[in-house]
C-alpha cells in the first residue's frame, strides 16, 4: 500500500513492512510519484511487488488528502461560484458563533488549488475556537489569540481587532476568537487548503466516541474525576455549516 498525503511536505516513516509514507506539497500528483521513485524503500518495494506472480500480488492503493479532478470539458460555471458568503446565520446556539465554510464541498473549483474561505459570524459576547488562518474583522470588535508551544511557555499572543483589521493564527496554534462588542460581529477567514477540517478543542476532549479515559483527562486537566463526567456529558455544539 503506498500513502500519499499533500499538506505537508517531507518523509514519514513507515509504520509497518511494506508500506511507505511520504508527504508532497504543494507538489501535483504527479511530482509525487517522481519523488516517491527516487526513494530506495520505493523501489525495493516495488521490485519484490512485479517479482511476484499474478495471484500473490496485494493491490497497491493511494490515498490522497483531496478528491478526483473533474474532466476539464465537463466543467460548468457554478463550479466556480458560491453566493452565500454574505448571507448572516442564526447564532443562538451553545457556542455563540456559526461558521460558512466555502471549501471544497462548497466550491469545488478550490480543488488542488490549496485555498479557502470562511465568513464567521458571532453574537455579542460569543466565542469560537478554529482552524489555521488568516482573519479579517468585516463588522464589530474581536479578541483574537493563540498560544504558542510549551518549549515556548504556552504564551499567548492576542490583540483587539476592529473593522477591517487583518491578523494571521501561524499553522497548527490553538487559536480563538471572542466578540467582546455589544453588537453582533462578522469576520472573513483565508485557509491555506481547499479541504482544511477543524478540530474544536473541547469537542475533541469531551465528546470524542468512543469517550477519552476519564483517567487520562482527569490527570491532563488536573482535576476531579466529577468534573471530567461532567463535561463529558455536556453537549458540545459544533458551529460548522
Not at 101 to 116: K, W
Request: glycine share 6%; hydrophobic share 45%.
Amino acid at each position: 500500500m503506498l500513502l500519499l498525503s499533500f499538506r505537508a511536505a517531507g518523509r514519514v516513516p513507515s509504520e509497518s513492512p511494506g508500506v511507505v509514507g511520504v508527504t508532497a506539497s504543494p507538489y501535483r500528483a504527479t511530482e509525487a510519484v517522481a519523488i516517491f521513485l527516487k526513494l530506495p524503500e520505493l523501489r525495493l518495494l516495488l521490485l519484490r511487488y512485479f517479482a511476484l506472480p499474478l495471484s500473490c500480488r496485494v493491490v497497491l492503493t493511494v490515498f490522497i488528502n483531496g478528491k478526483l479532478c473533474k474532466n476539464p470539458n465537463l466543467t460548468v460555471a457554478d463550479d466556480f461560484l458560491f453566493r452565500e458568503i454574505n448571507i448572516p446565520l442564526d447564532t443562538n446556539n451553545n457556542a455563540g458563533s456559526i461558521v460558512t465554510m466555502v471549501a471544497i464541498d462548497q466550491l469545488p473549483g478550490l480543488n488542488t488549488l490549496g485555498i479557502s474561505l470562511a465568513r464567521i459570524d458571532y453574537a455579542p459576547y460569543g466565542l469560537n475556537p478554529r482552524a489555521t488562518e488568516v482573519i479579517m474583522c468585516v463588522q464589530g470588535e474581536l479578541q483574537v489569540g493563540f498560544v504558542l508551544s510549551n518549549q515556548l511557555g504556552n504564551r499567548l499572543v492576542t490583540q483587539i481587532l476592529k473593522s477591517e483589521d487583518v491578523f494571521v493564527f501561524p499553522f497548527a496554534m490553538i487559536h480563538f476568537q471572542l466578540n467582546i462588542g455589544k453588537t453582533a460581529a462578522v469576520a472573513i477567514s483565508s485557509l491555506s487548503s481547499q479541504n482544511p477540517g477543524v478540530i474544536t478543542i473541547a469537542n475533541a476532549e469531551f465528546e470524542s466516541k468512543p469517550p477519552i479515559n476519564s483517567k487520562v483527562l482527569t490527570k491532563a486537566f488536573q482535576v476531579d474525576k466529577k468534573i471530567i463526567d461532567y463535561l463529558q456529558s455536556q453537549f458540545w455544539y459544533n458551529n460548522h455549516s
